[in-house]
């Protein structure tokens, strides 16, 4: 069991994120590279993905994207 200060910040995958909940969530670089991964073969799965990122909070979600967005942050 990892305990953690409630005031802290967690950083983590989206993979290690699935039932998890938080009062604020960042899900940073959510670029045409990343989602979907460059290598990846299955694009629902990468939008599986960040959807996962953008629900595990209960308030606010931020979505820092670079250059070019992923298309999924317009859906």
Known sequence: MVRRDPAGVVL???HRVKGQEWPHV????ADVD????RLADD?????RLLHV??????EFVTV???R???PF???
């Open 64 to 66: 820092v994207s670079g």
């Open 12 to 14: 983590s995958t989206v």
């Open 34 to 37: 990343q989602y979907p991964h």
């Open 43 to 47: 694009i629902e799965e990468e939008r």
């Open 73 to 75: 942050v317009a859906e």
């Open 53 to 58: 990122a953008i629900t595990r909070c209960r």
């Open 68 to 70: 070019t967005p992923s």
């Open 26 to 29: 960042v899900a940073h670089l």
